[in-house]
């Protein structure tokens, strides 16, 4: 199973400015993904936040389409695999960067019992 297969296409069709996805599969199959993107909400945009800081990480957008598709699946068989891009020069080509998921995805995922974890490191071809 190539997961950075599946997922560098969904990373390079972002719009937003970070390159990185993050997929949930069961088994061999990818049932679920996400990317970073920016999101606003009037509750952080009151705390003093401004719009462009305001993000929505892939490993929690993966998880939130995840549970709104009433997948037949649980979470807890599940594994997630994040993926983040970045270019080996400005105009270079695409290489793989670390994508270890921060702590509040971390907390994110180990409360909805996904037990796997795989992500990118950095400067691998893919």
């Known amino acids: 199973m190539n997961t ?4 560098k ?11 990185v996805a993050a997929g949930i599969y069961y088994k061999n199959s990818l049932i ?20 462009h ?3 929505l990480h892939a ?10 598709s009433k997948s037949k699946y649980s979470l807890e068989d599940c594994s997630i695999h994040v993926l983040r891009l970045k270019r080996e020069t400005p105009k270079g080509k695409y290489v793989t960067a670390m994508a270890k998921p921060c702590k509040g995805c971390m907390n994110l995922i180990t409360t909805f019992g996904i037990k796997e974890v795989y992500y990118t490191e950095d400067d691998h071809a893919c």
Not at 9 to 19: D, E, G, Q
Not at 40 to 49: A, E, R
């Open 53 to 55: 800081q305001v993000f």
């Open 4 to 7: 950075n297969q599946d997922l």
């Open 32 to 51: 679920s993904w996400g990317v970073n993107q920016y999101k606003t909400h009037p509750i952080m945009l009151n705390k003093g936040y401004k719009e």
């Open 59 to 68: 490993e929690a957008d993966a998880i939130r389409k995840f549970l709104q």
């Open 9 to 19: 296409p969904i990373a390079l069709n972002n719009p937003h400015r970070f390159k």
